[in-house]
Every structure is written in structure tokens, then in C-alpha cells.
């Protein structure tokens, strides 16, 4: 059998609950195809699914070594499998999973995830600065665009980075934004020419786990009195984790310790449900910090 058969055999075997089998084929795809790196991935997986941690950690560990950008996201197999708790995750992973989700966001997450970050950070933003316009306003994580659409008529000019070059074009398409850029937020908030008066982060710093870099560049590029806004997963205790899901969640005393560090003033951070997963309301936290 070719690598591309076996290979698809041992999904059928793995989809039919038969993960040692599966991981056998698989480890003989392998021999046939020893650099291919989703081959690799798909084994580490299997190994996992068949209860065999540590084969399953080395497996992830090899396929690094074949995908040092890391575009399926090891790191995060790694991370839960390890119990490490990683600070971000790969930009490469992100880009791939966003980029692939971009036709299907917007549709699925407002219609299955009554997804609402936009609209809670937009009413949050006119109950503490109701008469205000903010002459300009940074989107991190921008995706398509609904975070612009929610507070179009609030900015000046209205700028936007995302990693995925398939969520810009659905947030160009939206015809909102003055500039958007595909790109990586920190460096994007690096180097910016002027400084802002909001910067926003809907339902984005959950794919970031320790915030201190994002704190600090957002403090630096907000004008005196600039206001930063956000939508956080929240997290009982104390720090932050990285759930099964692949998002990271952050406690109230984190995010309120952090502001502090990095020189804001605390507006608000309270209880806030911005999204759904299995029907369920996902706890979280608004916050509006202001520099
Ligand atoms: C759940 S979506 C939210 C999109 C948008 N803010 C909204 O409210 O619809 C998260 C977005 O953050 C982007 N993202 C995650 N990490 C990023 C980073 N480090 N820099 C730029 N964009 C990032 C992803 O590509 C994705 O489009």
C-alpha cells in the first residue's frame, strides 16, 4: 500500500476506536514517509488516543523536529499532555487554525456560540465614556471585522492586525477599517506611528496565556486617558491555564494584578458571557483599563 492508503486506513481504524491499530499502520506510513510531518502529527495523536503518553509525547517532540514552526500545534498537545503550562501558543498553529476557519467564523459563532464580545465591550464602552469619540482605535486579533463593525461610528480612524490572512480579507470585506495589516499583534502594537485612544481585544487574548507583553505595548501605544478594552475566559483562582480547548482562560486577579504593573487605572473587570460552548454560557471577564 501506498503512504497515502495506509494513511487513510489508519483514520478509518482511529475514527473506529481501534487507536493501537491505527498507530501501527501509522508507524508503518512512517517508514515510507519518515519526514512527512502531519503523518508524524496524526501518529502523536493516535498514541494519545491509545493512552500512551509518553510514546505519544515523543511522537509530538519528533514531529517539531519536522514542522519547527510548529503549524498543527504540538506545543498545545504537548502543554496538556505535560501539564507545562506554555505562555502563547505558535503563531503558526494559530494562522492555520484561523485560516481555515475564516469561511465558517461568523456563522458559526454568532449562530452556535451566540458570540457577543463586540457588543458587550461596545455597551460596556458607552456606559463608562457615553459621549466620547476615540480619534483612534487599534483592533487586535480584528478576525472579520466585528468588533470594527461595532464601534465604527465611536472612532476616527480605525486600524486592525490579524494573523490570519483570511479573517483580514473577511474584515476588509466589511469596508469599516482604515488600515488593517496581517501580522503578529505585538509586533503590529510595536510599531505603531501614533499612539491610540482605544485599543480593543475581543475574544483574543484567550489564544495568549501570559499577558505581560500585550499589558505593557498596549500602556505604551494609548495616549494619557486612552482606554484599553478587552474580553478574557475566566479562570477560579489564580494565573492563567490552558484549557482542552485550546484557549486560555485568566483569573480576575491576574488580569486586575497585571493592570496594575503595567500602569493602568482600573475601570472595570467584571463577569461577562461572551460566548456559548455545547449550549453552555463560558464564563468570563470584561475589562476597560485606562492608561
Ligand atoms: C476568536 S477570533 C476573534 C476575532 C474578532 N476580534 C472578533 O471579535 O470577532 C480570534 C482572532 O485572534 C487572532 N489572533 C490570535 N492571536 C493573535 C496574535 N498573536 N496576533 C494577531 N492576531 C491573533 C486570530 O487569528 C483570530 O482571528
Known sequence: MTADRRFAYAQLLRRDGDAEAAADVLAQTLELAPTWPEGQFALAETLAEAGRKYDAIAAYEHYLTLDPADSMGAAVKLALLTEVKPATLPAAYLTRLFDEYAPRFEKALIEKLHYRAPQILREALDETEPARTFTRVFDLGCGTGLAGVALRDRAGWLGGVDLSAAMVKGAESK??????????????????????????????????????????????????????????????????????????????????????????????VKDAVSRKEKGVDVPGLLAILRA
Not at 189 to 212: F, M, Q, R
Not at 253 to 267: D, H, N, T
Request: proline letters at 0%.
Open 175 to 268: 469596508g469599516v477599517y482604515d488600515e488593517l495589516e496581517v501580522g503578529d499583534m505585538l509586533a503590529a502594537l510595536e510599531k505603531l506611528d501614533e499612539k491610540c485612544d482605544l485599543i480593543l481585544a475581543a475574544d483574543v487574548l484567550t489564544y495568549v496565556g501570559d499577558l505581560t507583553a500585550v499589558f505593557m505595548l498596549a500602556k505604551k501605544q494609548l495616549n494619557a486617558g486612552g482606554l484599553f478594552a478587552f474580553t478574557v475566559q475566566r479562570l477560579e483562582g489564580d494565573g492563567f491555564t490552558l484549557g482542552a480547548e485550546h484557549r486560555f482562560s485568566h483569573s480576575r486577579s491576574y488580569v486586575e494584578s497585571l493592570a496594575s504593573q503595567s500602569g493602568f487605572e482600573i475601570v472595570t
